[in-house]
């Protein structure tokens, strides 16, 4: 991305995919850097708030495994020039203690800020 420039529909879906892809490969340190300081996550637990650190230590740790995800109904809202929103449905294909289980999930989202060096960086994540 270009110094100061905003960040398109295009590299706002690509890093929501590298956080997914990343969940599929139990990538603890990619998941945490495309987490925000603080992450927002909903799941069979219910809301939760996980900081960055453990975000990556739950990625890869547990009896579970992302096999396959695809995002639909996309939207990418960027409401100022450093700021991005993505909400999507995820379907998601997981195996969890031994248990095959396809899921779909709406109204996922996640955001972005904009730095001054034209890098993009995660502010918030749910899953």
């Known amino acids: ?16 995919k590298s956080y997914w892809d990343a969940m599929k490969a139990k990538d603890g340190r990619r998941t945490s850097e495309l987490s925000g300081k ?33 995002l639909d109904d996309i939207e990418v809202s960027m409401p100022s020039p450093d700021v991005a929103l993505i909400a999507y449905t995820v379907r998601q294909s997981v195996t969890m203690n031994g248990s095959h289980k396809i899921c779909e999930q709406p109204t996922v989202l996640s955001g972005f800020a904009g730095q001054k060096d034209g890098s993009v960086t995660p502010t918030a994540r749910r899953s």
């Open 1 to 16: 991305m270009n110094a100061h420039a905003k960040p398109t529909k295009n590299e706002i879906v690509n890093l929501e």
């Open 38 to 70: 603080t992450a927002l996550v909903t799941g069979a637990q219910g809301v939760m708030r996980i900081e960055k650190a453990k975000m990556g230590k739950m990625t890869e740790e547990g009896n579970w495994s992302l096999d396959s995800y695809a």
